[in-house]
Nanobody, 125 residues
Framework: QVQLQESGPGLVQPSQTISLTCTVS??????????WSWIRQPPGKGLEWIGT???????YYSTSFEGRTSISRDTSKSQFTLRLSSVTPEDTAVYYC?????????????????WGQGTQVTVSS
């Protein structure tokens, strides 16, 4: 049974960069056909896809973030990392990492795929 766990700072100042890591256990991030994504949910809003890195390391990003996003991976540690730069209070959200088989979750649904428990990130001075 795969497990995903997000980690990172809970409070970030405006204009800085959010850096979050997802650590995967019970499975490999290089297993064929699995896609590994970052998704967030701002307060009072729905789930929003941020970006995805595939089992071969290809990356895909939502255009909603205007080039502020970057996803990388460390296969030796079974981790993948999100960096979101130039943050504002509107980036305050619960951030999730998730795994899906063969699809990019552009319209995320928690009933599909495997998800971490989520981590709260607040952008505030």
């Amino acid at each position: 049974q795969v497990q995903l766990q997000e980690s990172g700072p809970g409070l970030v100042q405006p204009s800085q960069t959010i850096s979050l890591t997802c650590t995967v256990s019970g499975g490999s991030i290089t297993t064929t056909f699995y896609y590994w994504s970052w998704i967030r949910q701002p307060p009072g809003k729905g789930l929003e896809w941020i970006g995805t890195i595939t089992y071969i390391g290809n990356t895909y990003y939502s255009t909603s973030f205007e080039g502020r996003t970057s996803i990388s991976r460390d296969t030796s540690k079974s981790q993948f990392t999100l960096r979101l730069s130039s943050v504002t209070p509107e980036d305050t959200a619960v951030y999730y990492c998730a795994r899906h088989r063969g699809v990019i979750p552009r319209l995320p649904d928690k009933t599909q795929g495997d998800w971490g428990q989520g981590t709260q990130v607040t952008v505030s001075s």
